[in-house]
């Protein structure tokens, strides 16, 4: 498979380290899944559910922003609600936000490739 790059980031990725991986960038410390108002409507529209449905069963209201909601798996381990855990991989993939499209060529990795080394195993 292709590495995918960005030419503001010293690292490359492999996507298909993900097979092998199951999921670390889905999973582990809580945090924020956020999610556009487009994203909402393609994600409900894909689980066949109305906007209301969608946003009562599965987003949380952080200030102004969505996020998805987590599940907890243990006590320090979260994972994305969407998140299978028993194929290891997104259930709505296809239309998963723009967060999750865009890892690992975050902000918060530009000048930390240490960081992102240690959540991904895909980083070159
Ligand atoms: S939406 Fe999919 S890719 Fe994004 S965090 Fe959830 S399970 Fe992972």
């Given at each position: 498979?292709?590495?995918?790059?960005?030419?503001?980031?010293?690292?490359?990725f492999?996507?298909?380290?993900c097979?092998?991986?199951?999921?670390?960038?889905?999973?582990?410390?809580?945090?924020?899944i956020?999610?556009?108002?487009?994203?909402?409507?393609?994600?409900?529209?894909?689980?066949?559910l109305?906007?209301?449905?969608?946003?009562?069963?599965?987003l949380?209201?952080?200030?102004h922003r969505?996020s998805?909601?987590?599940?907890?798996?243990?006590e320090?381990?979260?994972?994305?609600?969407?998140?299978?855990?028993?194929?290891?991989?997104?259930?709505i993939?296809?239309v998963?936000?723009?967060q999750?499209?865009?890892?690992?060529?975050?902000?918060?990795?530009?000048?930390?490739?240490?960081?992102?080394r240690?959540?991904?195993?895909?980083?070159?």
């Amino acid at each position: 498979m292709e590495l995918m790059t960005n030419e503001q980031y010293n690292f490359k990725f492999n996507p298909s380290a993900c097979e092998e991986c199951g999921g670390k960038c889905c999973t582990g410390e809580s945090g924020y899944i956020w999610t556009k108002y487009e994203e909402i409507e393609s994600i409900s529209k894909f689980l066949n559910l109305t906007i209301e449905e969608f946003a009562t069963t599965y987003l949380r209201k952080v200030k102004h922003r969505y996020s998805l909601i987590e599940k907890q798996l243990e006590e320090d381990n979260f994972a994305c609600i969407f998140f299978d855990e028993s194929k290891k991989r997104c259930s709505i993939y296809p239309v998963r936000p723009s967060q999750c499209r865009t890892f690992p060529f975050w902000e918060q990795f530009k000048n930390n490739e240490e960081e992102v080394r240690k959540e991904c195993i895909g980083i070159i």
